[in-house]
């Protein structure tokens, strides 16, 4: 018993493990790695997915998953672009791009609940739909964006840059009312335990509804706020973020079965360990092709550690019939 | 104190046309422990799916409290004040103990969060009052099992009910966690509460209920002050049914060849030293209640399991090191526990079903094609062997037929391969009358034919009819073996049962 | 599909009342066919050019590849998984033959012995990438559908990586042939068609599949090597995407890392149209081909009609969703 409490222990640490690796390779790599500057730059970098990966972790722990976050993320703020474009207020074309998240989380809700398509099949025809939506907006142009909307991105509160702030009162809240609220208490139990909680009585539709539109909305955010630091609309924006997110929580100790993850520190961490790898990988100047490899890596690691942890889980939880 | 609380009358309930429940009648006071007893498979959990409104009665009528009850839902049941404690126990580990509690109803502030404060100190009230001294704020994933029984109870408690079925609750607990239970029912008791208790543990039964109710094959056949029963009076009710002509006539002579060896068999947790021999050409039963280690027992000798120590030996050859697809091929078979749930591909036909694990006897090399005419005809004479109706085509979907067409189906796909040592785990589960013949004559006839049965069943009159020797099992032993000359069902239900005593002595001990 | 041969007695003809009717043409696995067959002979008539020789042939072109890949896609959904990867094994194998085939430096340019080499080169990519997806789900027990994702994004980017994102050209005739020919890249669809089917519905292999797809938990019991088989439905998905990958390139006369990058959705989804379950078990290659042929039929149609690019994602995507509600219906029906 207590060897796998240790194993359990073990695999529970092994992202802090990974981050203490991933920095003492950059920091021997290059110095400018270790400035103090580059840390407030990947918190900054990291705001863009860690929202994300908040509403990711969201439908995580519902045991579903969302792998249309990076064609809403793109039809969001290809909306917002065409509406800055069109002359419209800063303000009113990104609450016009957060809605367009909504509806599409909405959508997957949709098919999720009322239809009852698997989630990955769900959101994958949403992944091809969305983004084909967008491109047809875009015409498959790059947009790019006036001073304004990059300014918006620089701005500060109380000397922290903006996308942070939103980033810290997204998650605090998203947090709060996962702890706090009867809704994200019986969210953890429906991740647990889907029948049994329908057998308690929980009203079970509304709520994995309500996660996948949460998802929706937090996609729409982390597009625009990747908007906002870089200033353009690419045809490629904010492609495979979806993969990126699942890393981010599954890092952050979310697990794909469903019922157990955070977003303080878990998902937080999770999102800023993957942003800090990718950063280093441009501090010392990696071949950008090798991006994909690996942070493909990454996800597959953190995806087998999740695993692992819950086969040790399973065996430990697994019934006996006299004293040992 | 001395209302009628429940009273049930002429309740009946049917599955697939067998009848479960047959004119069932039950009262019970206020202030009243009724213990319920019988046999697995006698009714007690149908009936008490009644009343907790999961199932609905073809006939008869409830009344609570004097007044119709019509429960549609466990919702319903719930709001008439009636609590019912699962033996599976529905507790979700990753939320904390009040979490659990006040889950489909949590106290608020005026923010709509949850009042944190005020749950915990409800939570608190209701683990006092079940005498379970913990913080309301510990995971469920860290409490025993006896805790999480105690958890269960205040759940119930939360919509302070009137009457309180518990179904097993003492299976898994503790002599000292059980006492703590038993305290805790006496005092609601005293409070004016009914308590309809379900149990195999007869002493537990003697010691909590003020009446008994026994049933057996869906009928009441004795209700009465606990006081006039002893609990050998209690077991020959349980289990006295006359075996007329249910059993097809045994004609068999085990020879003396050792088909299968076990010896000291040893899972931790599972099931303890576990040895015995089976020859060629005979019928072993495997007596114990749900929950004593015999299916357990049987996926360890099937390889699906794991097995601390011990051997396992067939027909010569050591086997405990293979896999169970290579002690198929060597010629074991096993006929599981659940159809449904590892017996049958339930969506494929029954051909599929049926060729399954004899397959490999029918590929050419090298490609593996498979001789289709070959195992063509080696289907139809296998299905013509366990006389499964000629009405069901071959390419329906197994799920679509009858219990019985179903365990016809999972007994050709192991015949086809002509297993030398064959188990079967329930095999009659849920199968009508008819059926069940027909497979008792086929366990007559494989044995006939030399080969060995290993046949594990919760119904004794089923392995006195058809078995040669029988092993009790309890707690993961083997508490007892009886020969042809000497069974004797009450010798069987005492060892299943007593050895319950014996543990909780021990484990006393222990502490 | 009928085995083995009912000895004389036929569906009993009680209770065919008109929902019984339609329940047994939705369950019916030849809808799709039929579907196909009405929809082609509709835009005969709407979409002008549509019953055309020629238009006929450039349905068959487009067909060919996507009946390959999606084949082997069927393989590992009738075992209850899904294999994401195979868009990024037809590019990653894609830039593996043509770079060792090209006339612009490749390995064995010239070489006599350079398209055997270089199909062989591509089968074994494609088989190693089912084999990695294969034993993650086998051995690891991990996700199929998050496993080969990762293999997804990490093929394709190995493909971008090794290439620089440049394609290779080039490629001499011999290495196109397949694909350029008709016959040739026909009677390869066909073969694997015809092999994969063999293999499903008469191979011991194949029977281990389906079960697993059904029920892993009897298949262990029954004795089925669960973990063999199932790392082979995805090593032959692997390979069937290679196959792909050869009559593409041979099509488009370039190797590309970034070839049918877009076509994922199409490729599952063709699959699902034609009746092969998402939830295991339940599948067969002939319905596939109708699948796929109806999915090719409605996008060339449309395109015919002119309409746009997003038009025509949106109607696919249409069709696909409504397939997979039919899945889910079937699935739910089964359960009951």
């Given amino acids: ?324 | ?511 | 599909m009928r085995w083995p041969p009912e000895p004389g007695v036929r569906r009993s003809s009680k209770q065919a009342s008109e929902f019984a009717m339609l329940d047994r043409v939705l369950q019916s696995g030849w809808l799709t066919i039929a579907l196909s067959i009405a929809y082609a002979c509709i835009m005969s008539v709407l979409a002008p050019g549509f019953a055309s020789i020629e238009n006929g042939t450039n349905v068959v072109v487009a067909m060919l590849p996507l009946m390959v890949v999606a084949t082997g896609q069927t393989i590992v959904l009738i075992s209850g998984g899904i294999d994401l990867s195979v868009t990024s094994v037809i590019a990653l194998t894609s830039i593996a033959g043509a770079a060792v085939v090209t006339n612009d430096a490749g390995w064995l340019a010239g070489n006599s012995v350079a398209t055997p080499v270089a199909v062989l080169a591509m089968l074994i990519v494609g088989a190693a990438v089912g084999f990695f997806n294969g034993g993650c789900v086998a051995w690891l027990r991990m996700p199929p559908f998050i496993v080969t994702l990762t293999t997804m994004i990490f093929a394709s980017g190995l493909a971008v990586w090794l290439t620089q994102s440049k394609s290779i050209s080039h490629l001499p005739t011999s290495f196109m042939l397949l694909g350029k020919q008709l016959w040739a890249s026909g009677l390869v669809a066909i073969a694997v068609a015809v092999g994969v089917q063999t293999m499903l519905s008469r191979t011991r292999l194949g029977s281990s599949i389906r079960a697993i797809g059904n029920n892993p938990l009897t298949a262990l019991a029954s004795g089925v090597r669960v973990a063999p088989a199932t790392v082979f439905a995805y090593v032959l998905s692997g390979i069937c995407a290679a196959v792909a990958a050869l009559l593409i390139t041979g099509q488009l006369e370039t190797g590309s890392p970034v070839q049918w990058e877009n076509n994922l959705l199409d490729i599952v989804g063709a699959t699902v149209i034609g009746g092969t379950s998402l939830y295991g078990g339940r599948g067969h290659v002939l319905w596939t081909l109708s699948g796929v042929l109806l999915l090719t039929l409605i996008d060339n149609s449309l395109n015919l009609l002119n309409l746009s690019h997003f038009t025509i994602m949106m109607a696919k995507g249409g069709v696909i969703l409504l397939a997979a509600l039919l899945d889910a219906w079937r699935h739910r029906r089964g359960n009951r």
């Fill in chain 1, 1 to 324: 018993m207590t060897r796998k409490q240790l194993l359990l222990g073990l695999l529970n640490q092994a992202p802090l493990a990974l981050f203490a690796v991933v920095f003492a390779i950059f920091g021997s790599l290059s110095n400018k790695f270790l400035d103090p500057q580059n840390f407030i730059n990947i918190l900054t970098q990291s705001s863009s997915l860690a929202v994300a990966a908040i509403g990711m972790t969201v439908v995580l722990l519902t045991a579903g998953v969302d792998l249309s976050v990076g064609s809403v993320m793109f039809v969001a703020v290809a909306v917002t672009g065409k509406l800055i474009a069109g002359g419209q207020p800063l303000w009113l074309s990104m609450l016009a791009g957060c809605m367009v998240g909504v509806v599409a989380g909405g959508v997957n809700a949709l098919v999720i609940t009322r239809l009852r398509v698997i989630a990955f099949i769900a959101t994958l025809a949403m992944l091809f739909v969305g983004r084909g939506f967008g491109l047809w907006l875009t015409n498959t142009r790059a947009m790019n964006m006036p001073d304004e909307v990059t300014q918006f991105g620089a701005a500060r509160w109380l000397g922290i840059p903006i996308p942070v702030v939103v980033m810290l009162v997204l998650a605090i809240l998203v947090h709060w009312a996962l702890r706090n609220t009867a809704w994200g208490r019986q969210l953890y139990a429906i991740g647990q335990d889907v029948d049994g909680a329908k057998k308690a009585g929980v009203r079970v539709a509304p709520i994995i509804f309500s996660a996948y539109v949460l998802c929706g909305g937090c996609a729409a955010v982390s597009g625009l706020i990747a908007l906002t630091q870089t200033g353009a609309v690419s045809p490629s924006f904010g492609q495979q973020k979806e993969f990126a997110a699942i890393a981010a929580a599954v890092l952050g100790g979310t697990s794909l079965f469903g019922g157990r993850g955070h977003i303080l520190p878990g998902t937080l961490f999770g999102a800023i360990l993957f942003q800090t790898v990718e950063n280093g990988l441009v501090i010392v100047n990696a071949d950008p092709y090798l991006y994909p490899l690996i942070l493909s890596g990454i996800i597959f690691l953190s995806v087998l550690l999740d695993t692992t942890r819950q086969r040790v889980v399973g065996r430990a939880a697994r019934r006996t019939i006299r004293a040992v």
């Fill in chain 2, 1 to 511: 104190m001395n209302s009628t609380l429940l009273e049930m009358t002429g309740i009946r309930k049917s599955f697939y046309g067998v009848d479960v429940l047959k004119d069932v009648e039950l009262r019970m006071q206020a202030g009243q422990t009724l213990g319920l007893v019988g046999e697995n498979g006698a009714g007690k959990s149908t009936l008490m799916n009644i009343i907790g409104g999961n199932l609905r009665a073809d006939a008869g009528q409830m009344q609570l409290a004097g007044e119709l009850y019509v429960p549609h839902t466990p919702r319903d049941a719930q709001r008439a004040g009636v609590a019912f404690i699962h033996q599976e126990l529905n507790l979700f580990a990753n939320l904390s103990i009040a979490e659990n509690i006040f889950l489909t109803s949590f106290p608020r502030t005026k923010l709509r969060n949850i009042d944190y404060n005020d749950m915990h100190q409800r939570a608190d009230a209701l683990l006092e009052q079940v005498g379970l001294r913990l913080s309301p704020r510990l995971l469920v994933e860290n409490l025993s099992a006896g805790e999480r029984q105690l958890v269960e109870i205040a759940k119930a408690l939360r919509l302070a009910p009137r009457l309180m079925i518990l179904d097993e609750p003492t299976t898994s607990l503790t002599s000292r966690e059980t006492a703590k239970l038993f305290e805790l029912l006496v005092s609601l008791q005293s409070n004016g509460m009914g308590l309809l208790y379900i149990s195999h543990a007869l002493g537990d039964v003697k010691r909590l209920c003020d009446e008994v109710l026994v049933l057996r094959d869906g009928a009441v056949v004795g209700q009465g002050p606990m006081c006039d029963f002893e609990p050998n009076q209690l077991v020959s009710m349980m289990v006295g049914r006359e075996s007329s002509d249910q059993f097809p006539p045994r004609h068999n002579h085990p020879s003396k060849v050792k088909q299968l060896d076990v010896q000291h068999v040893t899972q931790p947790g599972v099931v303890r030293d576990i040895s015995f021999v089976l020859n060629g050409g005979e019928v072993l039963g495997i007596s114990g209640l749900m929950g004593s280690g015999r299916t357990e027992l049987a996926r360890i000798l099937f390889g699906l399991d794991p097995m601390k120590s011990g051997h396992i030996t067939m027909c010569g050859e050591p086997i405990e090191r293979l896999p169970t697809a290579g002690r198929i091929a060597r010629g074991m078979a096993m006929l599981t526990e659940s159809r449904r749930e590892d017996g049958l591909c339930m969506q494929a036909s029954i051909a599929e079903n049926m060729s399954l694990v004899a397959e490999p006897k029918y590929a050419r090399p090298p490609w593996g094609l498979l001789r289709k005419a070959a195992l063509t005809s080696a289907l139809h004479a296998m299905r013509n062997a366990v006389k499964l109706s000629a009405s069901t085509e071959w390419h329906r979907p197994v799920q679509t037929l009858s219990g019985g067409n179903q365990q016809k189906v999972v007994l050709a796909k192991w015949l086809l391969n002509q297993p030398k040592v064959l188990i079967l785990d329930e095999p009659t589960r849920g199968i009508d009358v008819g059926a069940k013949f027909e497979i008792y004559a086929l366990i007559d006839r494989l044995a006939s034919d030399g080969q060995s049965i290993l046949i594990i069943s919760s119904e004794i009159e089923e392995l006195l009819g058809i078995c040669d020797r029988i092993l009790v099992m309890s707690q993961g032993e083997i508490k007892d073996e009886l020969a042809r000359n000497e069974f004797d069902q009450s010798r069987i239900m005492l060892a299943a049962l007593q050895a319950d005593h014996v543990a909780a002595s021990l484990r006393d001990a222990d502490q």
